[in-house]
């Protein structure tokens, strides 16, 4: 057997082991999803899993992507543009961006994103309305951007989010962006508040939202260690890294 045939051969044992790996971890959440479902009395269809790739291999996206996810959320401009480019051949993907965005890279997000869940500011709305129409006449989209916005309860800058008062005007601009659709809320629970008190407030300003905004139905909460209060409160999308994907090697926002 040459050397070449028997790398080959690692490097498949390698994608097989990912591959199991992989798919354990989305048995498993699913089966935390549905029994957070069950427990809150909705349908587990109602609830999306959205799997964060940030920090991970195009590599295992690609697995994921066999293994039937179609979703990805990436939080970094400049690495999950690499990825988007490196996985065109991809079939049916949409790709989220949930990271802080600055405004100056909504033109780049604008050519893949199908949604954006972190657009906390006029002023970065406005900025991806512009981009999204240019790549709507540019043919590099073909439906508007849809943006959750990102809600804050703490006043943390770093962590991005407007506050709750900021909330209704935010979403008014964004609703009447020609190049933007309002699809409802995002919202991370601030450090060292108990999660289900920060939800049960989310749920209350998603409630608010719909009001004004029938069409803003997604509310977005819920990452590897809350999803089942989050669930408890409405989330309609879970982003989970750290419990499909495994501890990512640095820590980030
Ligand atoms: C990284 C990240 C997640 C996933 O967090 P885990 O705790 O690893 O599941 C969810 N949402 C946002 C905005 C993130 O940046």
């Given at each position: 057997?040459?050397?070449?045939?028997?790398?080959?051969?690692?490097?498949?044992?390698?994608?097989?082991?990912?591959?199991?790996?992989?798919?354990?971890?989305?048995?498993e959440?699913?089966?935390?999803?549905?029994?957070?479902?069950?427990?809150?009395?909705?349908?587990?269809?109602?609830?999306?899993?959205?799997?964060?790739?940030?920090?991970?291999?195009?590599?295992?996206?690609?697995?994921?992507?066999?293994?039937?996810?179609?979703?990805?959320?990436?939080?970094?401009?400049?690495?999950?543009?690499?990825?988007?480019?490196?996985?065109?051949?991809?079939?049916?993907?949409?790709?989220h961006?949930?990271?802080?965005?600055?405004?100056?890279?909504?033109?780049?997000?604008?050519?893949?994103a199908?949604?954006?869940?972190?657009?906390?500011s006029?002023?970065?709305?406005?900025?991806?309305?512009?981009?999204s129409?240019?790549?709507l006449?540019?043919?590099?989209?073909?439906?508007?951007?849809?943006?959750?916005?990102?809600?804050?309860?703490?006043?943390?800058?770093?962590?991005?989010?407007?506050?709750?008062e900021e909330?209704?005007?935010?979403?008014?601009?964004?609703?009447?962006?020609?190049?933007?659709?309002?699809?409802?809320?995002?919202?991370?629970?601030p450090?060292?508040?108990?999660p289900?008190?920060?939800f049960?407030?989310?749920?209350?300003?998603?409630a608010r939202?719909?009001a004004?905004?029938?069409?803003?139905?997604?509310?977005?909460?819920?990452?590897?260690g809350?999803?089942?209060?989050?669930?408890?409160?409405?989330?309609?999308?879970?982003?989970?890294?750290?419990?499909?994907?495994?501890?990512?090697?640095?820590?980030?926002?």
């Open positions: 057997m040459s050397g070449h045939i028997e790398s080959e051969t690692v490097a498949a044992e390698a994608v097989d082991g990912r591959t199991a790996e992989l798919a354990a971890n989305l048995a959440l699913n089966k935390r999803i549905g029994a957070a479902c069950h427990s809150a009395g909705r349908d587990p269809a109602s609830v999306r899993l959205l799997p964060v790739t940030k920090f991970f291999p195009a590599s295992d996206i690609a697995i994921l992507h066999r293994l039937g996810c179609q979703e990805f959320g990436e939080s970094r401009e400049q690495e999950a543009t690499a990825k988007v480019a490196d996985l065109s051949e991809l079939s049916n993907v949409r790709w961006m949930i990271g802080r965005l600055q405004r100056n890279k909504a033109r780049i997000v604008a050519r893949w199908h949604a954006v869940h972190s657009v906390d006029e002023r970065l709305a406005m900025a991806l309305d512009g981009a129409r240019a790549a006449d540019a043919g590099e989209r073909i439906d508007p951007v849809r943006v959750l916005v990102q809600i804050s309860l703490d006043e943390d800058p770093g962590r991005g989010g407007v506050a709750p909330l209704a005007a935010l979403a008014d601009r964004v609703a009447a962006a020609p190049g933007l659709r309002l699809a409802g809320l995002m919202a991370i629970p450090l060292g508040v108990n289900a008190v920060a049960a407030r989310f749920a209350g300003l998603h939202l719909l004004d905004h029938p069409g803003a139905l997604e509310l977005s909460a819920g990452m590897s809350d999803l089942e209060s989050a669930i408890e409160h409405g989330s309609t999308c879970v982003r989970v890294g750290t419990a499909l994907m495994g501890a990512r090697p640095i820590t980030s926002a």
